[in-house]
């Protein structure tokens, strides 16, 4: 088998200029000046949501007529149903990150109709049941039978559910989901540093990940607050409720002339109507809560997680369905409920198992149908499998089965990884070709340059891979091993552990992400090998009419194009960028005429780009330098061979002197590099290329620069020296 992930074309670059900056401040101003009853201040939703919220403050201390208080019992009953029905259906709890202040909002709303149905209450409970509405006189007859001793005992009950039930579980949930949500935030940030720095995602999708971290940590914090709401609820209800029944039977017989027990019916009557009125949304709200906090990080609505799981087991089905069966010929249990129930249990476990391999047949007959495509493309592509492929990604058997399932995935990050090269390097690498390799041992893969193996790895399948760093080895079990594309510390565990060690803050890197990491970090270091002639062709054919003049003058007059793109390729062996061919051309058309050699004339280049290499190498605005210290920079020089015009012919040291420097220069760069510290070394211009061929072997990734080429206005900060 073999497949192609196509070419991704470079992404074009856009800024903004003065003008564009002007414009946007003209803008504002312009907007400024605008009358602020004709913006959107007053239109759209905001001015609702400032209306509702001062009607909620007016309820709490202006009297109320009792078709308002039923109006707004009935918009509580409403809006707490809506709020449930948002909760089940919902994919993820992201999708109601409003939910805390929508609980805060449902919360204060039942509080201020509580108080606003008291002061009705104890103000006018002498002049009957509807004296504080149809609402609280329905449910007192409805739900209570008239009997307020019902009622007492129902609302009870409610209270119970809600506060040490739903409410207790809830509130636990909420805090410990946002434990672990703020200790793994670390871990994610790493990983998608971690994506990102590889190629396998944008700046834009790094930004979009961050921003949903961001959303789901505040979310989670919030949930742990707000579970406090629905639990203060529950007790304002029941002490309101008490208050109202005290408070009435006082009133009434006091204030009222009435009976005590007269006055014990009729306010008992209607405060446990408004307790009922007002714990029934209550009720409803804390169920979406532990319906939302429970849900945690999966997606799919709660019906598609309970139907699909409960239905997914015809075992299960079929043995709950006996046990129906059995009861309903229990003496003294009516039959008919549990042989309804039994028997539609019954048809869901014998329907589901079909429902099943009807699924698994299509499925196997749609996967032999692309197998017996893909022999058929094999079979029609000898002559292409002749030609080298530029990279290559050699799969063994069992790794390679493993993959194709998540072949679009692989396809699609693959691409990105390419558009990132194009935007960051300036051309497109070639083509990837991904193959079987039955040679290979079943659970590794290789990767080949030109059809040369330059890297390989053994990944381990259903096992995830915990980049450990300085941090200690996780308490679950596994083995420690090094991870293949920075050889860093890492610790290999089965994938069942994956959500565990997340919780604890640790990295977790699947198979697929650390072969694309290893891929990517071999593409990087083999650029200069990709850059083919034509490739550098196509670059200069999108040259402007003005720098094809320039390109004309100095080739092949001054140097020819296999001389240029030897010096494209020096530039890319050390990881610098050709995307902008313009200063590039402008170097050497100054140093052409006067060198011949690329390697003098790509130290020329380099100087010229020194802004460029500098910015791509500092941390906000700031350089770290490693300097090679008086004695090693004597030395370097000391060795330098020149002919009578003064150019170096040779590099020659004395073997020891170079063990001792290796052995030194490792040793400061191991320091800083095990603290994560991003630096460059710094030696004299004639010693930079000899230096870098050297400490290449130790560091392949390590920037030398010489002191030219550190530009203007680039703040250094030392790290120390080589001496």
């Not at 029934?280 to 945690?296: F, H």
Request: hydrophobic residues 50%; glycine residues 8%.
């Amino acid at each position: 088998m073999k497949q192609t992930l196509g070419a991704v074309p470079a992404a074009r670059l856009t800024g903004t200029g003065p003008m564009s900056v002007a414009k946007q401040e003209a803008d504002v101003q312009q907007a400024a000046a605008k009358p602020f009853i004709k913006g959107k201040f007053l239109t759209g939703s905001d001015i609702g949501l400032a209306v509702g919220i001062i009607i909620i403050l007016t309820v709490l201390f202006l009297p109320v007529p009792a078709v308002v208080l039923d109006i707004g019992l009935a918009f509580s009953i409403a809006f707490s149903v809506l709020i449930l029905m948002v909760a089940l259906w919902i994919q993820r709890p992201l999708d109601f990150s409003a939910f805390p202040t929508v609980l805060l909002i449902a919360t204060m709303m039942r509080l201020s109709l509580n108080i606003a149905t008291t002061r009705v209450i104890l103000t006018h409970g002498n002049e009957g049941y509807l004296a504080a509405g149809h609402v609280i006189h329905g449910f007192s007859q409805f739900v209570m039978g008239g009997d307020f001793v019902i009622g007492l005992v129902v609302f009870a009950i409610l209270i119970i559910v809600n506060f040490l039930v739903i409410t207790k579980g809830a509130t636990r949930i909420a805090e410990v989901g946002a434990r672990f949500t703020l200790d793994a935030i670390p871990g994610k940030q790493m990983a998608i540093d971690a994506d990102l720095s590889s190629g396998l995602i944008d700046e834009k999708e790094a930004q979009r990940r961050r921003r949903e971290l961001e959303e789901e940590s505040s979310f989670f914090g919030s949930m742990d607050g707000a579970s406090k709401f629905v639990r203060g609820d529950a007790i304002a209800g029941l002490i309101i409720t008490a208050v109202n029944i005290f408070g009435g039977i006082v009133i009434g017989a006091t204030r009222h002339g009435m009976d005590i027990s007269q006055a014990a019916d009729v306010f008992t009557k209607l405060s446990v109507g408004d307790g009922l009125v007002t714990q029934i949304p209550a009720l409803i709200v804390s169920l979406a809560a532990g319906l939302l906090v429970s849900k945690g990080g999966k997606r799919g609505s709660a019906d598609q997680a309970i139907f699909g799981q409960l239905g997914a087991y015809p075992k299960a089905l079929l043995i709950a369905a006996l046990l129906l069966f059995i009861l309903g010929v229990m003496p003294g249990l009516p039959a008919f409920p549990f042989f309804l129930l039994g028997g539609a249990m019954a048809f869901v476990g014998i329907a589901v198992p079909r429902r099943q391999a009807r699924q698994r047949e299509a499925d196997a007959a749609e996967a032999g149908k692309k197998q017996h495509e893909a022999e058929e493309q094999e079979r029609n592509s000898v002559k292409a499998s002749l030609e080298t492929n530029q990279i290559e990604l050699c799969l063994g058997k069992q790794l390679s089965a493993r993959l194709i399932a998540s072949q679009e995935e692989l396809a699609h990050r693959v691409n990105k990884m390419r558009r990132k090269f194009a935007q960051e390097y300036g051309f497109v690498i070639p083509e990837i070709k991904v193959t079987d390799d039955i040679a290979l041992p079943p659970k590794s893969y290789r990767i080949k340059i030109h059809g040369t193996a330059v890297a390989s790895h053994e990944l381990r399948v259903g096992e995830i891979l915990v980049v450990l760093g300085e941090r200690p080895v996780p308490s679950v079990p596994g083995e420690e091993v090094r991870e293949p594309a920075f050889g860093m510390r890492a610790y290999s565990v089965p994938e069942t552990f994956t959500a565990d060690l997340r919780r604890e803050g640790y990295m977790t890197v699947d198979n697929l992400s650390v072969l694309l990491t290893h891929l990517s970090e071999i593409v990087r270091n083999n650029l200069a090998q990709l850059l083919s002639y034509k490739d550098m062709r196509i670059l200069l054919d999108r040259l402007g009419p003005e720098y094809r003049k320039l390109l004309e003058d100095i080739c092949p007059a001054h140097i020819s194009y296999s001389g240029l793109q030897a010096v494209l390729k020096l530039l890319l062996a050390e990881r610098i960028s050709i995307r902008n061919l313009h200063p590039i051309l402008e170097a050497i058309a100054e140093i052409a005429p006067l060198v011949r050699r690329p390697e003098m004339i790509v130290e020329h280049v380099r100087m010229r780009m020194a802004q460029q290499i500098c910015g791509d190498l500092s941390d906000n605005g700031v350089l770290n330098v490693l300097r090679l210290g008086n004695r090693w920079d004597l030395v370097f020089h000391q060795s330098l061979k020149r002919d009578a015009k003064g150019e170096i012919v040779e590099f020659d040291i004395d073997p020891r002197l170079l063990e001792q420097f290796g052995t030194e220069a490792s040793a400061a760069i191991r320091k800083h590099f095990d603290n994560g510290e991003r630096f460059v070394l710094v030696s004299s211009p004639e010693a930079r290329p000899y230096i870098r061929m050297i400490i290449e072997r130790l560091f392949a990734t390590l920037p030398v620069l010489s002191h030219v080429e550190i530009a203007r206005g680039v703040e250094v900060k030392s790290l120390g020296a080589i001496s």
